[in-house]
């Protein structure tokens, strides 16, 4: 089963902008058998009004919903699913920050 940063604010996720991240992190069913991981998600809102949610370390690994709670639950089952079909990632990607790039288009 997966476990849930303690939130910061009513929910008590990390605050983005101070270089936190929302994550989670898989807590072991056994603990010989399968080991911590922790992934920094980001999360945005579409134009539809739905939370999307990535992970920068495992391509391909997203999902949407429509409250945070929803997404942080989904985004979990999406990290164990490529976690089982892919593999674990070789190397690690520290969260450094968030920035927004403004071009002329």
Do not use: W
């Not at 985004?75 to 070789?90: D, F, N, S, W």
Request: hydrophobic residues 40%; charged residues 25%; contains cysteine.
């Amino acid at each position: 089963m997966l476990a849930t940063k303690a939130p910061s604010r009513a929910r008590g996720y990390k605050n983005l902008g101070t270089g936190g991240e929302i994550g989670g992190m898989m807590s072991p069913v056994d603990s010989r058998t399968r080991m911590t991981r922790e992934f920094n998600v980001v999360v945005e809102r579409d134009s539809e009004g739905y939370l999307v949610a990535s992970v920068p370390a495992l391509p391909g690994c997203h999902t949407q919903a429509h409250s945070l709670d929803e997404l942080m639950t989904r985004i979990k089952e999406a990290i164990e699913l490529v976690l089982e079909v892919e593999g674990a990632p070789t190397g690690n990607l520290d969260f450094v920050g968030v920035e927004s790039v403004c071009i002329e288009a």
